[in-house]
């Protein structure tokens, strides 16, 4: 986000195959000095089927975009050489799952900046365009971890997943990733007033992120545009809503990159995980958790902007959010209304005859990954267990995928196959566990037994 500045408003290796689509991820465990916060994450089932976007694929890219900054002299900011390998790892990523993607050049302060922007090819009518942008650059004083790879990592995860679900609305979603905000909301500001007037009337919505993992953060929803952004402001609050999260206003007097949208007359409207106030209200603290009365991000515009600089859990409702935002206004899978559905922890959540965990688990390169469930049932299983299995990956060949009983014994449901280059598994197996007791914790084991195609479980359930 850019400072405020007094009188003046800125702010595989294998032959023949595409490389790693949608959701590619290998999980990281950060250590962050976040305060706890108290909103449960929710998921939301909605048919749009808006999918719940994992925060580990996030800080999968923000640990890279971070990595960048270290081999780059610190930083990502305008015409730097970390800002071009920030340009690059995005657009690889696109570029791998499918997407037509095109740099934009500018010159500003005498050194080239870049935009980079996304289409998904036959998705939707590309003449009606729902748009998500966040910009790309840092302050020269650090990597920009929150501000503002928070975002650009964020619609990336969006942009991969939309990628793999093969999904298409009544819009097509477009994605952008701008330079030289920091600066002044050049690159933004560029890439508006360089749109033929056609072309700016097919944007019906454009959705800014920027800052959405601050450690003392909250949930805030753009307010400045209240009669052309108000479908996109109802929309973002519907998606809080299904979370039990009441968000706040933010009027960010036009300090980023959603500002050239709304003097184009282009529908506008955002998340952010702060505001302009200097500081957390106790109001602020009693409904979403974090210390009242301290910044929300104590980090800004600073060295210390690093990874350790994000709470978990407001980067990951906001991100469910806005892909649930992004999938209303873009018409995929016709719409509908978000109904709350909790998260099963890591022991499973019992309902009835059937046990399920719905927590994302990485599934890395030659590892074996094990996602549980907790059974407290009296007797043994059935001869007819039904083992429904959800898994994301770019190459399901590499899986072996097994269940494991709670006294050790493994059934295979699905084996390795070379040639099986297809994404994803999603099956129902059924299992004869007639001489296992019920009672226990049952595992789903996934091992991968080649490289360079990642994925995770993205749930799993039982039913006796």
Same mark, same amino acid.
């Given at each position: ?14 032959? &023949? ?48 975009? !971070? ?29 791998? &799952? ?25 998705? $939707?009518?590309?003449?009606? @365009?729902?748009?998500? $942008? ?17 975002? *650009? ?27 030289? #905000? ?23 919505? %454009? ?14 929803? %753009?307010? #400045? ?53 200097? !500081?957390? *209200? ?53 719409? $509908? ?17 059937? %046990? ?18 907790? @059974? ?37 449901? #699905? ?6 280059? @297809? ?10 566990? !007639? *001489? #296992? ?8 084991? @996934? ?18």
């Amino acid at each position: 986000m850019t400072p405020l500045v007094p009188q003046r408003v800125t702010h595989r290796t294998r032959a &023949a195959i595409a490389v790693g689509v949608g959701a590619a991820v290998a999980v990281a465990v950060f250590a962050s000095a976040q305060p706890t916060m108290a909103t449960p994450t929710l998921t939301m089932a909605t048919a749009a089927a808006a999918p719940d976007i994992s925060v580990a694929n996030i800080k999968t890219h923000l640990q890279k975009l !971070s990595d960048v900054a270290a081999a780059n002299g610190g930083n990502r900011a305008h015409g730097t050489t970390g800002y071009q390998a920030s340009i690059d790892y995005v657009k690889g990523k696109l570029d791998a &799952a499918g997407f037509t993607t095109s740099t934009q050049s500018f010159t500003h302060n005498g050194k080239t900046g870049y935009n980079l922007i996304a289409n998904l090819p036959g998705r $939707g009518d590309a003449n009606q @365009v729902v748009m998500l $942008g966040a910009h790309l650059d840092s302050v020269a004083a650090g990597a920009g971890v929150n501000d503002n790879g928070s975002g *650009s990592a964020t619609i990336l995860e969006i942009a991969l997943r939309y990628a793999a679900s093969g999904e298409a609305g009544t819009k097509s979603v477009r994605f952008g990733w701008w330079g030289a #905000e920091e600066l002044g909301l050049i690159g933004s500001k560029y890439y508006v007033a360089n749109l033929p007037t056609a072309e700016r009337t097919k944007i019906k919505s %454009y959705l800014n992120f920027d800052m959405v993992g601050s450690p003392n953060g909250g949930y805030f929803v %753009y307010s #400045e545009d209240p009669t052309r952004g108000a479908t996109i402001k109802s929309t973002i609050e519907s998606g809080f809503t299904a979370k039990n999260i009441d968000p706040d206003d933010a009027n960010l007097n036009s300090r980023s990159d959603h500002a050239a949208f709304i003097s184009a007359s282009i529908p506008s409207g955002g998340i952010a995980s702060l505001s302009l106030d200097p !500081s957390k *209200s106790s109001a602020q603290a009693a409904k979403w958790g974090g210390t009242a009365g301290a910044a929300y991000d104590p980090c800004y515009h600073q060295s210390c902007d690093t990874l350790s600089n994000l709470n978990d859990s407001v980067l990951d409702n906001i991100a469910d959010v806005a892909a649930y935002a992004a999938w209303q206004l873009a018409g995929i899978g016709g719409g $509908g209304t978000p109904t709350p559905t909790p998260t099963a922890s890591p022991t499973g959540s019992p309902s009835g005859n059937v %046990y399920t965990n719905a927590n994302d688990v990485a599934i890395k390169d030659l590892q074996t990954s094990d996602s549980p469930i907790a @059974v407290n049932r009296a007797g043994n299983a059935p001869s007819t267990l039904k083992v429904a299995v959800d898994i994301v990956h770019s190459y399901r060949g590499d899986l072996v995928v097994s269940l494991v009983a709670p006294d050790g014994t493994v059934y295979l449901l #699905e084996d390795f196959a070379n040639n099986d280059s @297809v994404a994803n598994v999603k099956k129902t197996y059924t299992v004869n566990a !007639s *001489s #296992e007791v019920a009672s226990g914790t049952w595992k789903l084991r @996934v091992k991968d037994v080649a490289n360079a195609d990642t994925g995770y479980i993205n749930s799993w359930s039982l039913t006796f």
